[in-house]
């Protein structure tokens, strides 16, 4: 069983950064792709970025594109995801999520239990 644990959410002014973290436990961390998704009471859990279980590959959703960035610590068995400009759309619970694969659909096998990040001046 892979449990996945968010940490590093905050209330942060508008264009301020962030980067939260993703600890990763059971299962074997080099077969995971990992990803972050974000939900908001307004909308449904929407994708924001995922990478590869190799590394060598990230995709992101436009809304996010060129200001956050997903990368994975093998060694620390942890994702992070790097959010700069920080826009007031953006906040949201962040949730990681981990399967084989990845996918922008909300159909990842393991989920974390979420950390809030609200941007507002």
């Known amino acids: 069983q892979v449990h996945l644990e968010e940490s590093g959410g905050d209330l942060v002014q508008p264009g301020a950064s962030l980067r939260l973290s993703c600890a990763v436990s059971?299962?074997?961390?080099?077969?995971?792709?990992l990803g972050w998704f974000r939900k908001t009471p307004e909308k449904e859990r929407e994708f924001v970025a995922g990478?590869?279980?190799?590394?060598?590959?990230?995709h992101y959703d436009d809304s996010v594109k060129g200001r956050f960035t997903i990368s994975r610590d093998d060694a620390k068995k942890t994702a992070f995801l790097q959010m700069n400009g920080l826009k007031p759309e953006d906040t949201a619970v962040y949730f990681c999520?981990?399967?084989?694969?990845?996918?922008?659909?909300?159909?990842?096998?393991?989920w974390g239990q979420g950390t809030q990040v609200t941007v507002s001046s």
């Open positions: 059971g299962g074997t961390f080099s077969n995971l792709a």
């Open positions: 990478v590869t279980p190799s590394g060598s590959f990230a």
């Open positions: 999520a981990a399967d084989s694969v990845i996918s922008v659909r909300v159909n990842w096998r393991y």
